[in-house]
């Protein structure tokens, strides 16, 4: 299998994290009881799905380094499918998939920026024209996400038995 550089393995991540986040927004949705609320997971899962699609095509001009991104993001696909799955046990609640979705997206809008980062030394367009695309994207499902959390906990009674 050909080694990827910094570089790709970031843009493999991003990739998977993508993929991750279509799948969690799924299990949150089914969570929650809120119209609003599922309607904007149901748009950051669009989103999540676009995102997945671009850095798949640009993964996919990568000379002789398609396989090996694919597979680094279907390693970082399943690590956080895992990782969703442990903290969603259930009997988890749309505020617990919120706490989640708020640690994921955090996670994401990280690693854009060090793709962004890594980026500025390589000066590669592909890659930066992603970038400039998916950020503000993930910025703002970090944003959205956190604001859900802190309206679903608004809504909770705190005295009730957890």
Known sequence: ??????????LAE?????????????????????????G?????REEAEETARRATE???????KKTAILDKARETKGEATEMMDTYLGDDADGLDGF??????????????MVLQKLNEQAGEDQVRE??????PI???????????????????????EA
């Open 1 to 10: 299998m050909a080694e990827l550089t910094t570089l790709e393995e970031k």
């Open 14 to 38: 991003v990739l998977g994290l993508a993929e991750a986040a279509s799948k969690a927004t799924e299990k949150v949705e089914g969570l929650v009881d809120d119209d609003g609320i599922a």
């Open 40 to 44: 904007k997971l149901q748009t950051m």
């Open 58 to 64: 640009v993964a996919e001009q990568r000379d002789g």
């Open 99 to 112: 706490e989640f979705m708020t640690m994921a997206e955090a996670g994401e809008v990280g690693h854009w």
């Open 130 to 135: 992603l970038v400039e695309w998916a950020l």
């Open 138 to 160: 993930q910025e703002r499902h970090f944003s959205e996400t956190k604001e859900c959390a802190l309206q679903l906990a608004g809504e909770k009674d705190p005295y009730e």
